[in-house]
C-alpha cells in the first residue's frame, strides 16, 4: 500500500487493528479514532476464517464504551475480539524490541504469548497485581506498619504465578523461535537464536531474599526482571542499527510476503506488511526530496 503523506495508510491499518482487536496500536484514546469534529465512528471489515465469511463491526461514540459487533451478535467487549482474530502490529517503533531495555522485550513477549496461547493470555496481568501486591506488603513492613508474615501469601502467590509465566514464555519463545532463525538465514545470518533467560521463581528463593526485599521495599526476583535474548551469533541488541542488521528483515518481509510469527497456519496472524515497507523505503533513501513515503 502506498499513498501521499497523509494519505490515511496508517489509518487504514489503525482500522484493521481496532476491527481485529478491538483497540488502535497507535493511541490508547478512542477518542482520538473518531474525525475532528464529529461524534461518531466506526469500523467494518469482512473477513475469512479458515473458510467461513465473517463479519465485523466496531463502533465508537464520543462520550460512549465501543460496541462490538460479530456477524451481528454484540460481544461482551470490544476487546474480547483478540480471541477470535490474532493481529500482530509490526511498525518501526517496534525496533526498539531489539534495541530498546528487557522491559520492552518482557512486553513483547507478553502479547506474543497472549495471541499464542489465549488460554494463558491472564498470566501476565495476574502476576503483575501479586507483585504489586507483595511489593507493597514489602514497603509496609519496611515503615514497621505490618509484620513481616504479610507478605507470606503473596510470595506464594508470587511464586506460583511468576513459574507458570516463565513456563508461558519459553513456550512462546520456543514457538517464535524457528520462523525467527529462517528469517536471519535468509539473510546471511547464521547462529539466530531467540530465547527467553530466567527461570521460575520459587519460594524458597524469594523467601531467602526477604530481608534485601524488604530494605528495597521491592521484589528483586521473577520473571519481572527476565530478558528474551535475539542473536545472530552474538546478540543482536547492541548492532541493531537502521540499514543493517534489521533492515534487511523489513526489506525482505514486503518483498516476499511471509509472516514473522507463525502459529498453525500463515492466516491466523495478520503481518502489517505495509508499515515496514514504508520504513524500508525511507531508510533506503527512495523518499528524500520525493513527497512520498
Ligand atoms: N481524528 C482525526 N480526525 C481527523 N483527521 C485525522 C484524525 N487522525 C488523523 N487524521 C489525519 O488523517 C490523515 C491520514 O493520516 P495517516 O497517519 O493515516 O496518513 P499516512 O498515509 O499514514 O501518512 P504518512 O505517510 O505521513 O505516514 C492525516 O492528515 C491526519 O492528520
Ligand atoms: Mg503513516
Not at 244 to 259: A, D, F, K, N, T
Request: glycine share 10%.
Amino acid at each position: 500500500m502506498t499513498g501521499e503523506n497523509g494519505a490515511g495508510k496508517t489509518s487504514l491499518l489503525e482500522a484493521v487493528h481496532v476491527g481485529t482487536q478491538g483497540f488502535s496500536p497507535r493511541t490508547r484514546s478512542d477518542a482520538r479514532l473518531i474525525r475532528d469534529g464529529e461524534e461518531a465512528a466506526s469500523v467494518q471489515l469482512n473477513l475469512t476464517r479458515a473458510g467461513v465469511r465473517h463479519r465485523v463491526r466496531v463502533k465508537l461514540a464520543s462520550g460512549a464504551g465501543k460496541v462490538a459487533e460479530l456477524d451481528g451478535t454484540r460481544l461482551p467487549s470490544a476487546e474480547s475480539l483478540r480471541r477470535e482474530f490474532p493481529t500482530l502490529v509490526f511498525t518501526p517503533d517496534r525496533l526498539a524490541v531489539v534495541k530498546g531495555g528487557p522491559a520492552v522485550r518482557r512486553a513483547y513477549l507478553d502479547r506474543s504469548l497472549t495471541r499464542l496461547f489465549p488460554a494463558r493470555s491472564g498470566l501476565p496481568q495476574d502476576y503483575a497485581a501479586a507483585l504489586a501486591q507483595r511489593n507493597a506488603g514489602l514497603r509496609r513492613v519496611q515503615l514497621g506498619l505490618s509484620p513481616r508474615e504479610v507478605v507470606t501469601p503473596w510470595t506464594e502467590r508470587v511464586a506460583a504465578l511468576g513459574a507458570g509465566l516463565v513456563e508461558a514464555r519459553r513456550d512462546a519463545a520456543a514457538a517464535l523461535e524457528p520462523g525467527f532463525c529462517n528469517h536471519l538465514a535468509r539473510f546471511g545470518l547464521p547462529g539466530g537464536r531467540l530465547s527467553y533467560e530466567g527461570d521460575p521463581p520459587t519460594v524458597e528463593a524469594l523467601e531467602a531474599r526477604l530481608e534485601t526485599d524488604v530494605s528495597r521495599g521491592t521484589t528483586g526476583l521473577g520473571p519481572h526482571l527476565d530478558d528474551l535474548v535475539l542473536a545472530a551469533g552474538r546478540e543482536l541488541r547492541g548492532s541493531a542499527r537502521r540499514g543493517s542488521s534489521v533492515l534487511p528483515c523489513w526489506r525482505s518481509s514486503w518483498r516476499r510476503p511471509s509472516c514473522f510469527l507463525r502459529r498453525r497456519s500463515c492466516c491466523s496472524t495478520t503481518c502489517f506488511r505495509s508499515s515496514t515497507f514504508v520504513a524500508a523505503r525511507r531508510w533506503r533513501g527512495h523518499s528524500r526530496g520525493s513527497g512520498r513515503r
